[in-house]
């Protein structure tokens, strides 16, 4: 049995702005489910969504900070959640990186410096919980001080893991910064945080951890490239031996045969019932009802990385074609602003939300025909493995976890039957457009649509898998 330190800046359902939270749920409980003794650690944010009981378990001094380390229950689960208490840095209301008008904290560098330091003596057994790490799995840019840390220890130190969820956040801060938070100079040489004259604290994560993941193995090439590495290629390039592209699963809570919030559960045995969630959908979101049409939908941030210029671009065209399309997201105001134009003038053919609705996004990869997730680079993806569990066909770029988890629909993958979906390249709205409009044909030829979700259906894409993969890594680390 491992004891495994999970530290992560945010987990579902106490607090989510991304994917991570989603991560720092199920892998944890996951790797309990094996038998491993599995602790996650997070900010006490004042924004979190605690409904187990808390209770102080340590307090301890971290620089001139007094910290308290609460302890509470993810959950649904019995894995501990480890919360440090600093008010001061971690008692703003909101987003846990932003102010209300999409600004980072100033403080950002000494705050998650703060958590970092706390994390060391938790898995150090130095804050009177008598425990020690086996572990410390790192998350992101808010943890890459944890290995750099940690290698100056003296004592025996736990092994470390760091995870990129995605190279475009780095975490990266003047030079000034080093000398805020009063980092030791050791680790400020260009082999360690230094980076173009400031500090990177995922460059820390990169330099010291003994092991290094990302979250798919096309990602994993992706970010040894100038296009994707945001010029760390060459220390990924350096440390390959050391990293590992690790798919995520999908949760339970993903299953339209389970699946509490939708208003017809359903399997792979079980197609007709599919069509009572189309009905569903179109009713909720005042389109026409009708199950012949095809309906495209898209979930998502709507900011340039997931290409909603593209689809912005040829939405005019797509909606000459006979599909309905709807879309749930929100992201930046241009893009705002574009689709709710056109969504004024196609009134009966396209719906859309802005924001974030849980229900309603069950509901879309429940009823929809096909979802679109045409980024311009996924380090993983989630959605397009959800719709691949409720037989909505994806749409996608050929680019990251994408390429991993999505098998494009040609005569040889027809034949084989390990299509899954639709697959281009070219980073261009009539790629997209174009398509799309391949999956509007196979639309047409019903026993061979059915098919082709029958593939997608009966994808593993569960995290039982995926922490198999990752307890080899822990045991496997010199």
Same mark, same amino acid.
């Given at each position: ?46 924004? /979190? ?33 480890? /919360? ?31 958590? =970092? ?10 804050? &009177?919980? +008598?425990?020690?790490? +086996? ?21 025996? =130190? ?72 945001? %010029? ?9 031996? +050391?990293?590992? %592209?690790?798919?995520?699963?999908? &949760? ?32 909720? $979101?005042? !389109? ?13 941030? /709507? ?7 593209? /689809? $912005? ?5 797509? $909606? ?46 429940? %009823?929809?025909?096909?979802? !679109? ?17 409720? %037989? ?10 994408? *390429?991993?988890?999505?098998?494009? *629909? ?69």
């Amino acid at each position: 049995m491992k004891k495994i330190l999970f530290v992560t800046s945010e987990v579902y359902p106490l607090i989510k702005t991304g994917g991570l939270a989603d991560v720092s749920n199920s892998l944890p409980k996951s790797l309990a489910d094996t038998g491993q003794d599995v602790k996650i650690i997070l900010p006490n944010y004042r924004a /979190l969504k605690l409904t187990r009981n808390v209770q102080l378990r340590s307090v301890f001094k971290i620089g001139s900070h007094s910290v308290q380390l609460l302890e509470t229950q993810l959950p649904d689960s019995n894995v501990t959640v480890w /919360l440090v208490d600093c008010p001061e840095y971690f008692g703003m209301a909101g987003n846990p990186y932003v102010d209300s008008a999409g600004h980072s904290y100033a403080n950002n560098p000494e705050r998650f410096a703060l958590f =970092c330091r706390a994390v060391i003596e938790v898995a150090m057994n130095r804050a &009177d919980l +008598d425990w020690k790490a +086996d572990v410390v799995h790192c998350n992101d840019w808010q943890t890459g001080l944890i290995p750099a840390l940690l290698s100056l220890e003296n004592e025996l =130190c736990p092994k470390t893991v760091f995870t990129i969820h995605n190279m475009a956040y780095q975490g990266f801060f003047n030079g000034l910064t080093a000398a805020r938070l009063q980092l030791p100079i050791e680790l400020l040489s260009s082999d360690g945080l230094e980076f173009y004259g400031g500090i990177s604290f995922i460059k820390g994560g990169i330099a010291y951890a003994d092991k290094i993941t990302t979250v798919s193995p096309t990602y994993a090439h992706d970010i040894q490239t100038p296009e994707l590495g945001y %010029g760390l290629e060459g220390l990924l390039i350096y440390r390959n031996d +050391d990293l590992t %592209g690790i798919i995520n699963g999908i &949760d339970d809570d993903w299953n339209p045969e389970t699946d509490m919030l939708i208003p017809k559960r359903f399997n792979v045995n079980s197609f007709q019932d599919k069509s009572i969630n189309k009905t569903a959908l179109q009713t909720r $979101l005042n !389109l026409p009802i009708d199950g012949n049409v095809l309906v495209l939908s898209l979930i998502s941030r /709507l900011v340039e990385q997931k290409g909603i210029d593209m /689809l $912005l671009d040829c939405l005019p065209d797509l $909606l000459s074609l006979p599909v309905q399309i709807v879309i749930l997201g929100s992201g930046e105001k241009s893009f705002e602003h574009g689709l709710q134009q056109l969504a004024a003038v196609y009134p009966d053919k396209m719906a859309l939300t802005l924001g974030y609705d849980e229900a309603l996004a069950h509901l879309i990869e429940a %009823g929809a025909d096909v979802f !679109l997730m045409p980024s311009r680079f996924e380090p993983c993806g989630l959605n397009q493995m959800y719709s691949q569990r409720y %037989g909505t066909l994806p749409v996608v770029r050929k680019t990251g976890g994408l *390429t991993d988890t999505v098998v494009d *629909t040609l005569p040889d993958t027809l034949a084989n039957r390990t299509a899954t979906g639709f697959v281009f390249s070219e980073e261009n709205a009539g790629a997209l457009l174009e398509t799309i409009k391949r999956a509007l044909l196979l639309y047409g030829f019903p026993e061979a649509w059915k098919q082709v979700q029958t593939n997608a259906m009966n994808c593993d894409f569960s995290w039982k898998r995926s922490a198999a993969q990752y307890l080899e890594l822990y045991e496997n680390i010199d």
